[in-house]
Structures are given as C-alpha cells and as structure tokens.
C-alpha cells in the first residue's frame, strides 16, 4: 500500500507543477485572447493534471479513502516549494513551520 501512497503523492507533485505552469503562463504577454490559453505552457498544464487524475484513480483502487485528505496536504508543501525555486519567494517561519506539521501529520497517520 505504500507504494500506492507514493502514488498519490506523485499525483500531487504533478498537480502542483502543472499550476506553476499555468502561472508562469498567465504572467506572460501573448500575442491575441487565444494564445492566452492555447500555447504549450497552458496545454501542457492541462495535460499534467490529467495524468494527475488517473494516477489518483489507479492509486485510489488501493489506498483507503479515508488517507485522501491527509495525502493531499502534500500538495502545500509542493506549492510552497515550487514558488521559492520558480518565482523567487522567501519560505518564512510560519511556512517551514506549516511544512514540518504537515509532513509529521502525514507521518503519524500513515504508519
């Protein structure tokens, strides 16, 4: 099962690229309306999320439904961390202490 919960994690790691995607996309000037959504940083996004979606549906025919929440906490941790490596910003106290009580919690729930 901790196979399949790696899965799930994976799952939101791709998740969260993909809307770095997204904003590095809506950040940029484009030519027309159009390119604004139809450029490769936008179908790109949109195709890592589907991949995202059925690596939770394949992980989910194993991992209880009740570890869905508390898998998906993960996805702040990549959020933050995404945003310091491709936007610049600072991780304060508050979200290393954020990111360390979610990786406890995590922890604690799934062993």
């Known amino acids: 099962m901790i196979f399949y919960v790696l899965f799930l994690l994976l799952s939101n790691f791709i998740g969260a690229v993909s809307q770095v995607l997204l904003k590095k996309?809506?950040?940029?000037?484009?030519?027309?309306?159009?390119?604004?959504?139809?450029?490769?940083?936008?179908?790109?996004?949109?195709?890592?999320?589907l991949i995202a979606v059925f690596i939770d549906l394949y992980a989910l025919t194993v991992v209880p439904?009740?570890?869905?929440?508390?898998?998906?906490?993960?996805?702040?941790?990549?959020?933050?961390?995404?945003?310091?490596?491709?936007?610049?910003?600072?991780i304060n106290l508050k979200?290393?202490?954020?990111?360390?009580?979610?990786?406890a919690g995590i922890t604690i729930y799934v062993i």
């Not at 439904?65 to 910003?89: G, M, N, Q």
């Not at 979200?95 to 990786?103: D, E, R």
């Open 25 to 49: 996309s809506a950040m940029e000037s484009h030519k027309s309306f159009i390119y604004e959504y139809l450029n490769f940083k936008v179908i790109f996004a949109y195709a890592l999320f």
């Open 65 to 90: 439904v009740s570890y869905v929440p508390i898998i998906e906490a993960s996805s702040y941790i990549f959020a933050i961390i995404l945003s310091r490596i491709f936007f610049k910003d600072r």
């Open 95 to 103: 979200q290393a202490a954020a990111i360390l009580l979610i990786i």
